[in-house]
Nanobody, 127 residues
Framework: VQLQASGGGLVQTGGSLRLSCAASGETFSNYAMSWFRQALGTGREFVSGISGSGGSTYYADSVKGRFTISRDNAKNAVPLQMNSLKPEDTAVYYC?????????????????????WGQGTQVTVSS
């Protein structure tokens, strides 16, 4: 599976961005998909995830109520809608695929559990 993240950019505080993750290769409808982010000098942080069917979603507390993850298995796409952006959301955002979630509804938080990664897209929120 190859993952391609896009949609990052520069936005003012309170603005919105929509990230996209396009998958190619194997059918990914059985994979849990997540977005992580990594700010300068920090580790990779879980942002949001969605189960293979799309029936389960999970959000980090820091983005809950502001970000929305979804997926379109027919198009192999996982968008992340980000609203009410804050300067602390500034980071490189990565999409990732988990081929073997312990249960189909599970979304794991640890980067090491993910098998495939996109190249990252920069999001910068100015104050």
């Amino acid at each position: 599976v190859q993952l391609q993240a896009s949609g990052g950019g520069l936005v003012q505080t309170g603005g919105s961005l929509r990230l996209s993750c396009a998958a190619s290769g194997e059918t990914f409808s059985n994979y849990a998909m997540s977005w992580f982010r990594q700010a300068l000098g920090t580790g990779r942080e879980f942002v949001s995830g969605i189960s293979g069917s799309g029936g389960s979603t999970y959000y980090a507390d820091s983005v809950k109520g502001r970000f929305t993850i979804s997926r379109d298995n027919a198009k192999n796409a996982v968008p992340l809608q980000m609203n009410s952006l804050k300067p602390e959301d500034t980071a490189v955002y990565y999409c990732a695929a988990d081929k073997r979630p312990p249960r189909s509804s599970w979304i794991r938080w640890t980067p090491d559990d993910y098998d495939y990664w996109g190249q990252g897209t920069q999001v910068t929120v100015s104050s």
